[in-house]
């Protein structure tokens, strides 16, 4: 459209956009000017709060095509058959940072993915990587705040997250992969992405397997040094941002391959470990890799953040032939999320443009803050009644969930859940070469010498204990980087 008239929020055209209605050329304002009000009242709100976590982040659309046949598995209409499609907004963050935080940091990448289904919306909010520190959601907030401010100096503190780790040796697959070069990849297009959770599928029998999603590169994986993550953070903060708008813009649009691991209700029950342990892997040679399809991203938003900043995912939001798991940490996620939204954007958030989905919405949900989409008209607002046509499908009733036991409790963990050191030094000796062993043990030492204060040579002796259950090699050169001499059986938990 030519020639746009400036107007208020209200629609009102509007001229005297940039000096105050004033008694005199000299002043004072007077009270009288509403767009003065209007244009710094609403300065002052344009940031809506910030997230806990996940604060600094990039995004883009795309699309996701189905390309292996996978519908023995699940009965989702998504992948009824080969060559189905739909829209995704998928997006990268980094975790602990602030919104102003650098790119580059030594942190986990978020990759969230929103699938727009005939279906709904699908979620699959994962990292990138494939475990995680903690395995139950009561340890999340605790964690969380070892990895943001000391509540004293307001400032980073090593001593709090290797303090935290050290006390909590489940963290130890983590820990591995954060300190190693996965730790800081160069920029989102060359990560993977992982739902990490383990999810079911149900298939048009009925029948439920254990799955979980790997998006693999097509671009490769490519990372970071420390030394180079490092100078990045003051050459450019926003590089991996930088990185994605750039790419996209070239048309050089990047490509995940989302494939499945799957795991049946009998082969969990005798696998060595919890199969919905979040810290722990299911060996690729055990349960190999089945492509499911291909997801590119080929838009950039047009507004950061009517997309990128309102955009809400949540592990709650499945679709039918989709599901979840006893995994703990998981059935903590599927609260958190949705209640984190409607903190920050209130109750109607999946009203905004990025979060509606794809489908017709019917049911009784009404008023709130920012109601967008007629909030129901002359409709009802209660259920069952006997005005408007609006009822369950009993086609996508759930499939009922077999649970190991009828006593709620606060349970023990056997044995097996408490091998916090396999995994890691499989990890350490065998999937990584000598350089990265030496890059990872070097991005411990640098981290560790920056652990202070009283309780300094207790926390580092505890968390050399873990590295040599994991791996004696690991625990010695550490403590030969550290300049201290490590004693296995000291300084245990």
């Known amino acids: 459209m030519k020639n746009k008239k400036l107007t208020t929020a209200s629609g009102r055209p509007y001229f005297e956009n940039e000096d105050s209605m004033t008694v005199g050329p000299r002043g004072p304002v007077l009270l009288q000017d509403f767009y003065l009000h209007e244009k710094l009242a609403h300065f002052n709100r344009e940031r809506i709060p910030e997230r806990v976590v996940h604060a600094k982040g990039a995004g883009a659309y795309g699309t996701f095509r189905v390309t292996k046949d996978i519908s023995k598995y699940t009965r989702a209409k998504l992948f009824s058959k080969t060559g189905n499609s739909c829209r995704v907004f998928v997006r990268f963050s ?16 978020g990759f969230a993915v929103k699938f727009y ?9 994962g990292n990138n990587t494939p475990v995680f520190f903690i395995k139950d959601a009561k340890k999340f907030p605790d964690f969380v705040h ?93 590089y991996a941002q930088r990185d994605l708008v750039d790419a996209i813009d070239r048309k050089e649009f990047p490509k995940w391959t989302l494939k499945i691991q799957v795991m049946t209700e009998a082969q969990a029950k005798e696998f060595k470990w919890n199969p919905f342990d979040i810290t722990k892997v299911w060996p690729h040679k055990d349960f190999p890799l089945i492509e499911a399809g291909v997801m590119e991203l080929n838009e ?30 998981l059935q903590g996620r599927i609260l958190a999320y949705p209640d984190a939204h409607r903190y920050r954007l209130g109750a109607n958030y999946e009203q905004l443009p990025v979060n509606k989905p794809a489908v017709p919405v019917y049911n009784h949900q009404r008023d709130g803050m920012m109601s967008l989409d007629g909030n129901g008209g002359s409709g009802q607002n209660y259920f069952p009644n006997s005005f408007d046509s609006i009822a369950p499908d009993p086609s996508y009733k759930e499939t009922p969930l077999k649970l190991d036991s009828d006593i709620a409790a606060t349970w023990d963990r056997n044995e097996k859940d408490d091998d916090h050191y396999s995994q890691p ?30 309780k300094k040579k207790e926390i580092i002796n505890r968390q050399l204990n873990h590295f040599f259950k994991a791996d004696k090699e690991l625990a010695i050169r550490v403590a030969k980087g550290i300049g201290i001499k490590f004693e296995a059986g000291k300084g245990k938990k």
Request: proline residues 6%; hydrophobic residues 30%.
């Open 300 to 329: 950039i938003p047009a507004n950061y953040h009517a997309d990128v900043e309102q955009a809400a995912f949540a592990p709650s939001h499945t679709i039918d032939g989709i599901g979840l798991s006893p995994d703990k940490l």
């Open 94 to 109: 980094t975790v602990g940072g602030e919104k102003g935080s650098a790119d580059t940091e030594r942190d986990p990448r």
């Open 425 to 454: 030094g499989e990890l350490f000796r065998k999937v990584m070469t000598e350089e990265q062993r030496t890059n990872t043990i070097n991005n411990f030492v640098c981290s560790m010498k920056g652990i202070s204060g009283p």
């Open 117 to 125: 289904t005939e279906d709904g919306n699908w979620d699959l909010v």
């Open 146 to 238: 070892t990895q943001k401010r000391d509540p004293r100096t307001n400032l980073k503190s090593p001593a709090m997250m290797w303090d935290f780790w050290s006390l909590n040796p489940e963290s130890l697959h983590q820990v591995m992969v954060l300190f190693s070069d996965r730790g800081t990849p160069d920029g989102y297009r060359y990560m993977n992405g992982y739902g990490s959770h383990t999810f079911s599928m149900i298939n048009k029998r009925n029948q439920r397997v254990w799955v979980k999603f790997h998006f693999k590169t097509q671009q490769g994986i490519k990372t970071l040094t420390g030394p180079q993550a490092d100078e990045l953070k003051g050459k450019d903060p926003d």
